[in-house]
């Protein structure tokens, strides 16, 4: 079963653009989410995070979105850049386990 | 760089085979995951330790085990290998505080033969 899901599997968009990931819950125990980015041959590295308590936390070119009524996530990155291109995850865990839970990741390549 | 570090980098075997994976944590973590990432597939989380000890159990099949020594260090096994066992096998560490991130390793890529 699921519990992250990320139906995109890719996106492209130009660079200077926005890019907007999507990602969607279903277990409402998860009170923390998190994205990752992932190059070829690399593991993935955090980029971003927010806890249930807040609805938007920004790092530079990077704003996480959360819905918790739509149990939602969504990463923007304004502007994109060519650096950018890579698989993008989200992740969600509960402070009541530890497991941390990941959707199938969106492929974004942004277009120089 | 995650401060984790994952060996090998590349590991291939033939089916029936068994093998070693390692992780070092960074310094200060004291969980350890273990995640495996098919083909086009997510991140499947296997098992997580914390300073010694069993914590979670994912989808682990019973051909793999693992443990986490004293050092802090951790080490997947993988026994009777079969060819839908090749994959990336990652390992990540955390604080394991509210609200804090893994860091991952670089992973270790297993092709089964």
């Known amino acids: 079963d699921q519990q992250v899901k990320q139906n995109s599997p890719s996106l492209s968009v130009q660079e200077g653009r926005i890019s907007i990931l999507n990602c969607d819950y279903t277990?409402?125990?998860?009170?923390?989410f998190l994205w990752y980015k992932k190059y070829p041959a690399e593991g993935p590295t955090f980029l971003i995070s927010i806890s249930s308590i807040k609805d938007k936390n920004e790092d530079g070119r990077f704003t996480v979105f959360l819905n918790k009524s739509a149990k939602h996530l969504s990463l923007h990155i304004v502007p994109s850049q060519p650096g950018d291109s890579a698989v993008y995850f989200c992740?969600?865990?509960?402070?009541?386990?530890?497991?941390?839970?990941f959707g199938t990741g969106t492929s974004l390549t942004v277009i120089p | 760089d995650s401060g984790v570090t994952q060996t090998p980098k590349h590991l291939i075997t033939a089916t029936g085979q068994r093998v070693t994976l390692r992780c070092s944590p960074r310094?200060?973590?004291?969980?350890v995951y273990w995640y495996q990432q098919s083909l086009d597939q997510g991140l499947q989380f296997l098992i997580q330790y914390y300073n010694g000890e069993e914590r979670a159990k994912g989808n682990i099949l019973e051909r793999f085990s693992a443990q986490q020594f004293p050092d802090l260090h951790s080490e997947l096994n993988l026994s009777s290998l079969e060819l839908g066992d090749s994959a990336l096998y990652f390992c990540?560490?955390?604080?394991?505080?509210?609200?804090?991130?893994?860091?991952f390793g670089n992973g270790t890529r297993l092709t089964v033969t």
């Open positions: 990540a560490s955390s604080r394991d505080r509210k609200n804090s991130p893994l860091h």
């Open positions: 277990n409402s125990m998860f009170d923390y």
């Open positions: 310094s200060g973590d004291l969980s």
């Open positions: 992740a969600a865990s509960s402070n009541t386990g530890n497991q941390f839970y």
